[in-house]
């Protein structure tokens, strides 16, 4: 990255800024994960939108409206 301002919370809680010109940054996207053809959510199995889900949570994101669905496809599964 170049350009940029990193900002941490310190042990007291308080917003901490410091300004860089470049800077390497560790990012815990591995190539597989630009280049892997993304399904549309609902042509994926149960198996395999729970490991979606799983993914987006440990990595941060909000995963509700993928929940949502989860539990709807194994209540239609199981009514069948």
Do not use: W
Request: proline share 2%.
């Amino acid at each position: 990255m170049t350009g940029g301002i990193l900002r941490y919370i310190d042990g007291a809680n308080r917003v901490r800024s410091e300004a860089f010109d470049k800077r390497l940054m560790a990012l815990p996207e591995h190539i597989n994960d630009f280049i892997e053809v993304q399904r549309p959510i609902d042509t994926l199995s149960f198996l395999e939108l729970r490991a979606v889900v799983q993914k987006l949570r440990e990595s941060g994101h909000q995963v509700r409206k993928y929940v949502v669905q989860l539990t709807r496809g194994s209540r239609s599964r199981s009514c069948t």
